[in-house]
């Protein structure tokens, strides 16, 4: 007999040797092996029931909202208990495998919630991981960036076999102690029943009777959606008023549009740092006032929060609700009208000035621009601030330059982004005299000045600082821009994309942003008058609160655009 032979046949009578000689006759191994096998078991429990009761929310995580009974895993055990016995380990496999993917999900939803204050939708949502990784790569490098992209793959991967063993190993514990498992199952199953009749909820909005994800149900609206986008985008009121019928209040004027990059409701209404952004905003009011300009204010609801910037741009220009990419992917293949194609339809020339668009942009095309500068049309010779490829000045500097400091120039309208407050909101450049800002070099070694990129995140409370820091260098920016080039043909409106993710802006924050018109003509803010807008750069609390998607009509009518016969603007 051989010696591998020998040690098949025997396994107990050598596995006793091994333990007599340890001097315990093997009692303490044995009960060490019964307690490790339970824990690993109970910790196989807690990972199953964690992953089909976990909240999706990052402000849902509370102790009392896993106290719930998940259907799925009731149907699981009972499935589990009946199959034979040659299909359970292969069913259960499978189970903890489709277990895992509910996980990753749910991982994924707990992100999109800590960053955009909503649960993942697999319809809308893809586009949004090209674009985490690009924020990856700009803010730590290439390196960082395929790190981050490897670290999550094995993540994954190890999430679905981890999901698949324990399952494997429940299945294997409930047909051990098959009574226990059908008499649990029994008294689990009346009371979800009982729970879902009665709507039993420990915490309000959480029932007891749980569904594991109901973003799941979602998909088929998200599906037809695209329907309902089609019959909002046919109603329009201004795509058919002729140029000579656009816009003839502003003749003459240089209308820019810029974006502030997460400048929302919380940078100046009830945050740590607001006093200081408000600071900046009402000694800008006093500094434009005394250089002869007026100001109103108010806020508009953004469709998007703390990321997804170009639908907020797509909304405003369109008049149209844009809150995911179906959406705007139908848009851009639209006959839309937008703001900037009705200047440009009405004789002015129209420029994108795009500092955070480091690739080619082919969908400025649909918006009517006559001119687009990318990041690298910018000849900016400077350092980056981390994913702002340079800073607001800079680009406000070189817009002027290249635009609307040519003599007998035709009016510009002009769409101009500012990058500078773009998360992780450090470091933050400083203003410098604009004649000294050129091709940027004088920002070299400013950087430095900031916090240190691989600690962005370490401390909360300085991100909220760094990020109230970053929203005064911008808003300063546009305010010492009108200041040193503002003319009686000037009209500048501002505002912000979106709020700052909830970090910074807290959880359950609204999606409103504030907007500024500015313009040292008073006939100019004679024409929104009807608006009830507040005086000066800073929204009070109670100023008016509009859809962002609202804006252009309201801007088209109150400047002497004409609508179609038959479509009445809003």
């Excluded at 303490?28 to 909240?55: K, Q, S, Y």
């Excluded at 495998?97 to 749910?106: N, R």
């Excluded at 802006?505 to 008073?522: E, L, M, Q, Y």
Aim: net charge neutral; charged share 15%.
């Amino acid at each position: 007999m051989s010696l591998i032979t020998h040690f098949r046949r025997q396994p107990d009578q050598e596995r006793a040797i091994t333990e007599e000689k340890s001097g315990d006759g093997g009692g303490g191994l044995r009960r060490l092996r019964r307690v490790v096998a339970w824990a690993v078991t109970a910790l196989a429990f807690i990972v199953v029931m964690v992953t089909l009761v976990a909240p999706d929310t990052v402000g849902g995580i509370t102790p009392a909202a896993f106290l719930r009974i998940p259907v799925e895993g009731l149907l699981g055990v009972a499935v589990l208990l009946v199959l034979p016995n040659r299909f359970r380990p292969p069913v259960a496999v499978i189970a903890g495998a489709a277990l895992g993917v509910l996980a990753i999900w749910k991982i994924i939803d707990l992100g999109f919630s800590a960053v955009l204050a909503r649960p993942f939708n697999p319809v809308y949502d893809l586009s949004f991981f090209s674009a985490g990784v690009e924020f990856v790569s700009a803010s730590f490098g290439r390196i960082g960036a395929i790190g981050a992209v490897v670290a999550a793959g094995a993540l994954a991967l190890a999430v679905l076999v981890v999901m698949a063993r324990s399952v494997l190993r429940l299945s294997r514990t409930a047909v051990r102690h098959n009574t226990t498992a059908a008499g649990g199952l029994a008294v689990l199953g009346i009371t979800w029943v009982v729970c879902a009749v009665f709507s039993v909820q420990i915490i309000p909005g959480v029932p007891v009777a749980s569904v594991a994800d109901d973003q799941l149900l979602q998909v088929p609206a998200s599906l037809h959606d695209q329907e309902a986008f089609a019959k909002e985008a046919s109603v329009d009121a201004f795509g058919a008023t002729p140029g000579d019928q656009l816009l003839t209040a502003l003749r003459g004027k240089d209308v820019i549009f810029s974006f502030v990059e997460s400048y929302g409701r919380s940078a100046v209404q009830g945050s740590s740092f607001s006093p200081g952004v408000d600071a900046v905003l009402d000694a800008g009011t006093r500094t434009l006032k005394a250089a002869g300009f007026s100001s109103r204010s108010a806020f508009l609801t953004s469709p998007t929060f703390g990321g997804g910037s170009w639908l907020a741009h797509d909304t405003l220009m369109s008049g149209l609700w844009i809150d995911n990419q179906q959406r705007s992917d139908s848009l851009l293949t639209s006959n839309r009208l937008t703001l900037s194609s009705a200047f440009k339809r009405a004789g002015w020339r129209t420029v994108a000035v795009m500092p955070g668009t480091t690739q080619p942009w082919p969908e400025g095309k649909f918006f009517g621009y006559d001119q687009i500068y990318t990041a690298q049309d910018l000849g900016y010779r400077g350092p980056r601030f981390n994913w702002g490829t340079m800073p607001d000045q800079y680009t406000l500097s070189t817009f002027q330059r290249l635009e609307r400091a040519k003599a007998g120039h035709a009016p510009v309208m002009a769409e101009v982004v500012q990058v500078s407050s773009h998360a992780p909101w450090t470091p933050i450049p400083s203003l410098i005299d604009w004649k000294a800002v050129g091709d940027g070099s004088a920002y070299t070694g400013m950087p430095s000045a900031g916090t240190a990129r691989g600690s962005v995140w370490s401390d909360f409370t300085q991100v909220r600082t760094d990020y109230g820091r970053s929203i005064e260098y911008s808003l300063n920016s546009l305010i010492s821009y009108v200041e040193n080039y503002g003319d009686d043909n000037t009209v500048l409106v501002f505002l912000g994309d979106h709020q700052p993710a909830p970090l910074v802006s807290g959880v359950g924050a609204d999606h409103d942003v504030p907007v500024t018109i500015v313009a040292r003509d008073p006939a100019v803010l004679n024409s929104i008058s009807s608006w009830g807008w507040q005086d000066g750069l800073r929204p009070g609390p109670n100023a008016p609160v509009w859809p962002m998607s609202d804006f252009r009509d309201k801007f088209l009518t109150a400047f002497g655009s004409q609508p179609r016969a038959g479509q009445p603007s809003r």
